[in-house]
Structure formats: C-alpha cells, structure tokens
C-alpha cells in the first residue's frame, strides 16, 4: 500500500468538521517546493507562485467539508486574485482511470476558478503527512508558511487571515 493510499485509508476515518479547526501558530518555516499535475496532466509546479499569496488546500471530492469550503474559495480567488491571491486545490482522491474526469466534473459543478492538482506522496510528505482533511497552508509572497489550519472554516474568518498576509500593515 502505497503512502498517500494508507493516508486516504486513514482519512476516511477522520474527516475534520467546521466546528472542529484546528488552527497551529504560524510557522517560519519555507514552503517546500512541488510539482504536481492537474486535472488535464499538466504539470504545475509552486515556482509558478513565486510573489504571489498561495492557499494550498488539501482536499477531496468525497470529503464534507472539504466540499463545504469550496464556494469560499470560488469567492476569495475572484474578490482576490487580482491583488495577488492564488489558490491550489491538491486532490487526495485516489489514483486510478478516471480520477481526472470524476475531479473535472466535480470542479465543473461547483464552478471552481482556481488550479486543481492531484498530491503525490513526496508532496504529502514534505508538507509533514497530512492526517485530516481539509489541511490547508497560506503561504506568503516570500514562500513562508504564514498558516495551517485542519478542518474547514468559514470564509470570513479565513479571509482575515488571507487579508492580513495580502495586505500586511505597514
């Protein structure tokens, strides 16, 4: 069994709900450098986001809440986006034929305006394994992880955070 299925073995158990959120500290830690591919195979690699603030949502289709946050984020990345905001959604669904299609037709649906990818085990890995999901990273214009909250959250308290990475105070 490979890594990422083990953690999607795990994961069905443990689907973190809204009123759950766990928020941790903001770390200063660099962001660790990926290339994964989208739903169409393309390779999209974090270096594409370099000066840019990036949310990096690890989620599923299968997953509540991780399916109650997306029209947040449909939101933030059109109010946003032109300031600068770049949302990756990394898919967790499992690997197999028709994986892309399923993830399509998801993001079809609800109207998803921002870069979907599917994880591969390095990716979870560097990201220090990923045990509930949602798990989402801000991650600054420097590349730092300014934020990992784990469950979902309603978007405007998330927005709050993104505001305060986007528009930092003087």
């Known amino acids: 069994m490979s890594t ?25 830690a660099q962001a660790p450098a990926w290339k994964l591919v989208d739903v169409d195979g393309k390779e999209v690699s974090s270096a594409q986001f370099k000066g840019k603030v990036l949310v990096l949502d690890f989620w599923a289709t299968w997953c509540g809440p991780c399916r109650s946050e997306i ?5 933030l990345q059109k109010k946003y986006g032109p300031e600068g905001l770049a949302i990756v959604g990394v898919s967790l669904d499992e ?6 299609e399923l993830v399509r037709k998801f993001m079809h649906k609800l109207e998803m305006n921002y870069t979907v990818v599917f994880a591969s085990d390095d990716t979870v890995g ?21 934020d990992k909250k784990v469950g979902a959250e309603p978007s ?13 105070a003087p």
């Not at 690997?95 to 892309?100: K, N, V």
């Not at 509930?132 to 990273?137: E, K, L, N, Q, V």
């Not at 405007?156 to 930092?168: F, S, T």
């Open 126 to 146: 560097a990201f220090g394994g990923i045990d509930a999901i949602p798990t989402t990273f801000l991650i600054d214009r420097d590349g730092n992880i300014r």
């Open 156 to 168: 405007g308290e998330y927005e709050r955070k993104i505001l305060a990475v986007l528009r930092p």
């Open 95 to 100: 690997e197999g034929p028709g994986r892309a």
């Open 4 to 28: 990422r299925a083990a953690i999607l073995a795990a994961l069905s158990l443990v689907l973190v709900p809204a009123a759950a959120v766990r928020a941790e500290p903001a770390r200063a």
């Open 71 to 75: 029209p947040g984020y449909v939101g």
